[in-house]
């Protein structure tokens, strides 16, 4: 499973916006290992709501097969009886890796797009290089 997962964090969940959108909250959090990995991210929140204070782990991988093979099929094609990555977290997308913005020091930013919900993760480099691929998938759970 460790060869799937690029990078995992639990955060506090800082900040929360939802009077732009329907139906999406813009949430920030700050990890609770307090090195500096900082995120921002719009959730559909009639689906997974968050409020401030809450502590919620996030994980972006590469495949959701539990072996950390890569996926022969969309994650939507999967037989109801195979078990995966996503049946262990409440909230999951996938989406594409766009953009990725050096920082201050060690530190980098990366910039995903879930169809148009957006995630900003900062941190350092050695945490997040992992990332610079084309297709991630996000899972959180609280």
């Known amino acids: 499973m460790a060869d799937s997962q690029l990078f995992e964090d639990t955060f506090e969940i800082t900040g929360k916006v939802d009077n732009k959108y329907d139906r999406v909250s813009r949430v920030s959090g700050i990890s609770t290992s307090h090195d500096g990995t900082e995120f921002s991210l719009d959730v559909n929140h009639e689906l997974y709501p968050l409020n401030q204070h809450e502590t919620v782990q996030l994980m972006l991988a590469s495949t959701l097969n539990l072996d950390g ?18 049946d262990m977290y409440d909230y999951v997308c996938h989406g594409k890796v766009y953009r990725f913005e050096e920082g201050d020091g060690d530190k980098i930013g990366v910039y995903v797009s879930f169809g148009g919900l957006l995630l900003y993760i900062s941190g350092p480099y050695k945490k997040l290089t992992p ?3 084309d297709y991630v998938y996000l899972l959180l759970k609280k």
């Open 131 to 133: 990332l610079r691929i």
């Open 69 to 86: 093979t890569k996926d022969e099929k969309g994650w939507r094609e999967l037989d109801s009886n195979e078990t995966t990555l996503a």
